[in-house]
């Protein structure tokens, strides 16, 4: 029998509720940020929010999630990875997201040791069930938690309650490690993922809020919303310029439109539904 979304709200709050003390992986997003709402109505001051400073994040990223913990009232603990440092995760491999998920777990399980909190929590959520999902192995193997997956519970589920909750990102877009932008075997560094991040940036700023700037050497691949394509041609000018002037020598733009994981559209089929080992 399918459960209610009250019913799968009602689950979720069991869930927590017995578990006395937990640590949050804390992204800012709208899956951890439910995450956390609901963690501090069942458990009040015994929620830790632990916001990672990546290089493989954008710092408006980071700074917002900061500020959000702490607008909710939740205790924040910020701490920092320094994932290039890793050349199994530099490689930019599929098996690179297991060892940088495997590196966000270590580091919160031992902040949890040392901070007396029995359990850490992500905000995986049943979508997450249906892409390439390596960091799914590092979690398992970490013994964290996803408990809004332990709920049922969907993206759209979760922004409906997130709204109803009146959590201020609850129609926020997904974002995504910048090391998604460049295809398997593409070597990444410092400068590569500025690159990508600067350009992106530019994008944003000139009113394409979904977009991806994808690296392949020196074309950048643009994907925006289907129904931004013809204002990306009308600005087309400016965007080469902009580009040209980050390293890039050709600009290009997907006519598939914006969507995540494109990366992923190239690995065989027998990888995408396997572990990785």
């Known amino acids: 029998m399918n ?33 956390l709402k609901r963690a501090q109505q069942e458990l009040g001051d015994d929620v830790l929010a632990v916001v990672v400073a990546s290089e493989l994040f954008r710092n408006e990223e980071f700074d917002g999630a900061v500020k959000l913990a702490e607008n909710m009232g939740v205790r924040v603990l910020k701490t920092e990875m320094k994932e290039l ?40 959520i049943m979508d997450d069930m249906d892409d390439f999902r390596p960091g799914l192995k590092a ?15 969907y993206k759209q589920e979760i922004r409906e309650l997130s709204k109803q909750l009146d959590v201020p990102v609850w129609n926020k877009p997904a974002s995504c490690s910048l090391a998604s932008r460049f295809p398997y075997g593409t070597k ?23 977009v991806r700037v994808r690296y392949h050497e020196n074309v950048a691949r643009i994907e925006v919303t289907e129904d931004k394509i013809a ?47």
């Open 3 to 35: 459960k209610t979304l009250n019913e799968k709200n009602e689950q979720l709050g069991e869930i927590l509720s017995g578990m006395g003390r937990v640590l949050i992986a804390f992204s800012g997003g709208v899956d951890s940020s439910f995450l």
């Open 85 to 124: 440092e890793n050349p199994a995760i530099a490689a930019n491999t599929p098996e690179s997201w297991y060892h940088s998920k495997k590196m966000l777990y270590s580091r919160l399980n031992n902040l949890a040791e040392e901070m007396g909190y029995p359990y850490v929590l992500d905000g995986m």
């Open 139 to 153: 979690r398992t193997e970490e013994g964290a938690r996803s408990v809004l997956q332990e709920a049922g519970m």
């Open 188 to 210: 990444i560094n410092r400068e590569k993922v500025s690159q990508v991040n600067e350009a992106e940036l530019f994008l944003i700023k000139l009113g394409f809020e979904m």
């Open 231 to 277: 204002d990306f041609l009308v600005k087309r000018e400016q965007i080469q310029m902009k580009l040209v002037s980050l390293g890039f020598d050709y600009v290009s733009v997907d006519l598939k439109g914006y969507r995540t994981g494109s990366m992923n559209e190239v690995l065989p089929k027998e990888q995408m539904e396997t572990e990785i080992g």
